[in-house]
């Protein structure tokens, strides 16, 4: 049998590991820098949390689990749907995103928190989506959310944790914004509020299908051609921030809800100019079809990079009455690893010192002289250097190879002739250079 993996999922060698390491130690600082709490969740929820929080869309991306035992016993297939099937043969599925078990984590343990609650979150979720670049059916998110506060000061520090995230990374982004309410106004302006879903729907897939194809979308959904008449402006308009608020203040003239997502936006770009902080740009079209947002949503896309979004998320007022707590206001924004691995890596911006962390190869040349450099390799690693001795006694060029294809800067040869002086050789493996030193002159080197 030969051996592979699922479609859409990776193994990770130790260059890629350390690699992605950089990428989630660089978020996580951010995230702690603004005063983010860590947290997990397990890496199944029972269906009934998933089930229909991501649309119809998202439901059908479900990973659904099996149930153990004898599950089919009593079923009949005849009488049931497919998903009434699921639902009677798989309780339990894999999270489709962080977001909705964190509401579920915020209902259950709501007596042991402080609200406002910042957490982040850095964990795989699984999408039995359609596999192909930058598109995975496992992946990392690295997610940041705060919950207990209706104040769209949330909303400015996401963009600033967002900004500052890029600039480490040395990704230049856009930041995309709109406001679920603009989307709920334009409902309300052409008379089908009822319809809020289909429209956010389609609308979201206005990137990858284009404008006449999103039509022919609202159409399927039975939405009137006089109502995409009205809706057609919102795909074609350009210009500054000012002039698309300008734009929706004039829309929203009888529009309440259109009005207060007007003056959400408003409200943060004002707060960016106060503190400044680079605006993002407002989207008339940005949707994002999860259901649960009802305030702000986000999107950044990389420059110059063929790649969908890297980050994406928003405001959601009511996601924890789903479980039975009201009220509970919350913002967040999601960062996609995988995707940031990939520009990463295509734009060569991996730092060159992230390679290997091992700084130094004891060579072995035989048992006796084993003893004297396990003695020295004790001394680096108390002070915290990573280090290895060669196991085996084995042909000098064999070792040498060896470090030169971990990329291990630094070779210490500890010989008969070293042995004698209480010392040892320092071989610079880039430039050759060697220096017989003592043990602490080598870990004041390689601590430089």
């Known amino acids: 049998m030969k051996p592979s993996i699922p479609k859409g999922t990776r193994d990770f060698l130790p260059e890629e590991m350390i690699r992605r390491n950089y990428i989630f130690n660089t978020i996580r600082k951010v995230f702690e820098k603004y005063a983010y709490l860590p947290i997990e969740t397990p890496a199944m929820e029972n269906l009934s949390t998933l089930m229909g929080k991501y649309g119809e869309e998202g439901d059908r991306l479900l990973f659904k689990i099996l149930n153990s035992g004898d599950f089919m016993a009593g079923v009949n297939m005849d009488e049931l749907t497919l998903n009434q099937l699921a639902t009677k043969i798989c309780e339990k599925g894999l999270r489709y995103d962080l977001t ?81 309410k603009i989307l709920s106004g334009i409902a309300e302006i052409i008379e089908l509020p009822e319809k809020i879903t289909d429209i956010c729907v389609a609308i979201d897939k206005i990137d990858k299908i284009g404008k006449e194809n999103v039509f022919a979308e609202l159409r399927e959904r039975e939405i009137p051609e006089e109502a995409i008449r009205k809706i057609a402006p919102f795909f074609d308009f350009s ?66 990079v063929a790649m969908g979004s890297i980050s994406g998320g928003g405001r959601y007022d009511d996601l924890t009455g789903i479980f039975g707590l009201k009220e509970m206001s919350g913002v967040g924004i999601s960062y996609g690893a995988e995707r940031i691995y990939d520009i990463l890596n295509e734009c060569s911006l991996f730092p060159n010192e992230i390679g290997t962390p091992v ?56 010989g008969e002739e070293e042995m004698a002086a209480s010392q040892f050789t320092l071989k610079n493996m880039e430039t050759g250079e060697q220096v017989k030193t003592t043990i602490q002159e080598i870990v004041e080197i390689l601590l430089q």
């Not at 343990?109 to 059916?137: I, N, S, T």
């Not at 921030?241 to 408003?266: C, P, R, Y």
């Not at 294809?405 to 070779?411: H, L, N, R």
């Open 100 to 180: 909705v078990p964190f509401a579920r984590f915020v209902v259950q343990h709501r007596e042991q928190l402080v609200f406002p609650f910042k957490r982040y979150q850095m964990q795989p979720v699984w999408r039995a989506d359609r596999p192909q670049k930058g598109r995975y059916r496992e992946f990392y998110q690295c997610d940041v959310d705060v919950i207990g506060t209706k104040s769209l000061l949330q909303e400015v520090e996401l963009l600033q944790i967002t900004y500052e995230i890029f600039e480490a990374f040395k990704i230049p982004v856009v930041i995309k914004m709109n406001n679920r």
């Open 239 to 304: 210009g500054k921030n000012e002039d698309k608020i300008a734009f929706l203040t004039h829309f929203f003239e009888n529009s309440e809800v259109g009005k207060q997502g007007v003056e959400e936006l408003k409200k943060v770009f004002a707060y960016c100019q106060a503190i400044g902080v680079c605006e993002p740009e407002l989207d008339i079209t940005l949707a994002r079809g999860l259901n649960y947002y009802t305030g702000a949503i986000f999107e950044v896309k990389a420059l110059n």
């Open 359 to 414: 700084k130094a190869l004891f060579l072995n040349f035989g048992e006796v002289e084993e003893r004297y450099a396990l003695k020295a390799l004790t001394i680096l690693r108390k002070n915290n250097i990573a280090s290895e001795i060669y196991p085996d006694s084995t042909k000098i060029g064999k070792q040498m190879s060896y470090a030169n294809a971990k990329q291990i800067p630094y070779v210490i040869i500890a």
